[in-house]
């Protein structure tokens, strides 16, 4: 998701994550609401919305780009400091303003909800990329009003499958193809399985624990999408055929059931089909910062504040924009002041820019 590395000149990544962050903050806009009318719910009767396809194919990025990271790392520590770098500090930032600044101006009383937070388990919360759960915090406007930011579940679920690619790079699995496209087709049938509700043997509930089924089969089938096209299909050529057959089989399943059975193919397709595209050339749509992971970050605060400051009346179309508008003003602040600099710690001392002192006047 947050992974601002280009493999390939000419590509339109930047834009793609920039557009699936702000989704996101459509998609929530309706649930944060109680409004059932999204319009990709409705047309998939009830299968997907559109933040959950922006998820999917973060994903799908990540494992594409994460993959081409740790072939092109100087070494198992530098890519494992890489991802840190990336996703920790501007999380631990967005942990702290959301308790110390966003929520204060929501309660309603402001000692009363400093002094009821549990200090040492946000702490801990913030250091394991979990979601924070404030004492004495609520917006009652809001159809979810206890949680300050209930994205965050996903970012650590990330982190865990660059985990993954580091785990397979060290085995030198990933120089096994056959394996990690056998690895990836696993995945899908496991997570295809617990989407169509079927039953499992006994001996596989025994060994496996049922929250281990909800959310880590599905988003890992993504990712490994992703590492797929990465160590087989690097210089994919997309045509307009195979992305209208990725485009109808994704509304095959939409309509008929059993979207999460075709997505992980069609989705994938149709990324990289944008991402590659001659047709529209967005190549530099992140040279003033990429902003797409503080978006992500702060889209949900953006859209608890809205409500409480509007009292809930507003209608997704209005929410979506004034939350987008504030997450982005977010996401610059934190990308200029937290996000660069940390990126600038990933280049080795000899490359870093040199800090100049002006001399005093003689």
Known sequence: MPEPLNPRPGNNFDALRFVFACAVIYAHSYYLLGNPGEAVTVFSRGQAHSGRIAVHAFFIISGYLITISFERSRSTFAFLQNRILRIFPGFIAMGFVCILLVAPVIVSDVHAYFAGQNWPRLLYSIATLQKLDLANFSV?????PTQINGSLWTIRIEFECYLVTLFLGVALLLKRRLLILG????VWLLQSWVALNLPFPAWFTNVVPARALTAHPQFLSYYLAGTVVALFFRDLRPHWVPACLALAAWIVGARAGGLQVVEPFALTYLVFALAFTKSVRLHGFARHGDF???????????????LHLFHGELSPTTLTLLATLAALACAALSWRFVEKPAL???RPKSERPAVVKARPAA
Do not use: R
């Open 140 to 144: 009652p406007a809001s159809h979810d």
């Open 183 to 186: 690895l990836f087709f696993a």
């Open 292 to 306: 797409s992971y503080g978006i992500y970050l702060y889209g949900w605060p953006m859209q608890q504040l809205v």
């Open 344 to 346: 600038l710690l990933k």
